[in-house]
């Protein structure tokens, strides 16, 4: 099947600081990509949609301008936390579909990224 | 809108069945069924898109409703490796992303 890689796996920061993680879609091309957020023991709450060539689309209380979302290419989309604090420290997974694939097609999702804000 | 799953939790011994609901309250392009396990990514399990239908092998399957809103998945003679916590996702059109539920927590005891 597809393959979604996102880096990095782990990664801690001090408060203030901005941290990128990278999705990338292996095998295929992804013109939309999808930011989740898991706070432990939660479900995926979807953040943002990423779209190729254009904004994302951000979901409802999700600040724009701290989660920064870049898609350049049709295989690479980047969320970058900015002025990270303890309360962004979460579990960031990031997913795709694969553009050929039938409409509602299965959902690919990366490792998914843990970051740490002390 | 967020699917309703229910149960939260459930504890199985090996080999004992179980069933995870997903509905809501209006009607679905998709239902996804993922699980997870504890830090790591969800894993897909399979997509319903028609209603009516159902689908799995002998061990893990769903069914989607007629009416579109509300699947369930069946898990059937459980083994210790079917623990993790199963989320659905439900999906209104083919581009959209999914909403996922809150999960279900499944533990398989031996």
């Known amino acids: 099947g597809a393959v979604v890689s996102q880096h990095p796996s782990w990664v801690i920061c001090k408060s203030g600081t901005s941290v990128k993680i990278e999705c990338r879609s292996l095998?295929?091309?992804?013109?939309?990509m999808f930011w989740y957020r898991q706070f432990p023991k939660q479900s995926l709450m979807l953040m943002a949609t990423?779209?190729?060539?254009?904004?994302?689309?951000?979901e409802q209380g999700v600040e724009k301008d701290k989660f920064l979302i870049n898609h350049a290419s049709l295989t690479l989309s980047t969320l970058t936390v900015t002025s990270a604090h303890p309360e962004d420290s979460s579990f960031y997974i990031c997913?795709?579909?694969?553009?050929?694939?039938?409409?509602?097609?299965?959902?690919?999702f990366g490792e998914g990224s843990r970051l740490t804000v002390l | 809108q967020q699917p309703v799953q229910s149960p939260q939790a459930v504890i199985l011994r090996e080999g004992e069945d179980a069933v995870i609901n997903c509905s809501s309250s209006k009607a679905l392009y998709s239902v996804h069924w993922y699980r997870q396990k504890h830090g790591e990514a969800p894993v897909f399990l399979m997509i319903l898109l028609k209603g009516g239908e159902q689908k799995g092998h002998e061990k893990i399957s769903a069914s989607f409703n007629e009416k579109k809103q509300q699947s369930s998945l069946y898990l059937t003679a459980s083994q210790l490796s079917y623990s993790g916590t199963y989320f659905c996702?439900?999906?209104?059109?083919?581009?959209?992303?999914?909403?996922f539920g809150k999960g279900t927590r499944l533990s398989v005891i031996a």
């Open positions: 997913s795709a579909r694969d553009g050929e694939g039938a409409p509602g097609g299965e959902l690919f």
């Open positions: 095998d295929f091309q992804a013109t939309t």
């Open positions: 990423s779209n190729e060539g254009s904004k994302a689309t951000y």
């Open positions: 996702g439900t999906g209104t059109s083919g581009n959209t992303p999914l909403v």
